[in-house]
């Protein structure tokens, strides 16, 4: 087989790779960045074992091995670790094909399906911001209001003056500035 793909489905992973590579090094994500060079190394390993020795289990093992270490130990973030994770149960299918002969088209099918899938990890990180930097950036997640700010009482209000149960079931009611100056007791008037 040549070293550039001259399939379809080698091209199509191709544009799925370098569509992933785009968008993630569109993050500032020096993590996100990182992943995305190690999954251009990978295909460009994984097509020069095509070219060479595809009928090889050892070598598939290696390779895949490899990538799970580069994205473990170098990686360093939560994306790397996820597409690692994704990565492992293709190599215990080439471990399988390495110790007991079998075929090699199940392989195949399995490692293109977690190949998309990191490509989809990736993109979705440089979209979402995943990485272990978008906390260091200052940025927050967003609330969930569970309690209507409108509602002075609600149905997870057990306390009188209608606290909420916990803490976090409810975003901080804005206070009402009180005017300065001497108050009259008794209420209005």
Known sequence: M???PD???????????LLSVVATWAWPSPE??????LMVLHW????????T???????WVCHDMA???????????????????VFLPVTLLDQVWLVWG??????AAAAEAAGYLAFIMMMGAAYGGTGNRSRRMGHKPALVRTVSPHRRLSGLSALEGGR????RAAVPRPRLARPHGPQKAGGRG
């Open 164 to 167: 909420p149960i916990s803490g």
């Open 53 to 59: 020795a595809p009928q090889s289990p050892l070598t």
């Open 67 to 85: 990538l799970i270490l580069l994205l473990a130990l170098w990686g360093r973030c939560r994306l790397a670790y996820a597409i690692a994770a």
């Open 7 to 17: 399939s379809a489905w080698g091209l199509a992973y191709l544009a799925g790779l």
């Open 102 to 107: 079998a075929s090699s088209e199940a392989n």
């Open 44 to 51: 460009m390993t994984l097509r020069a074992i095509d070219a």
């Open 32 to 37: 996100g960045r990182r992943v995305a060079l």
């Open 2 to 4: 040549p070293f550039f």
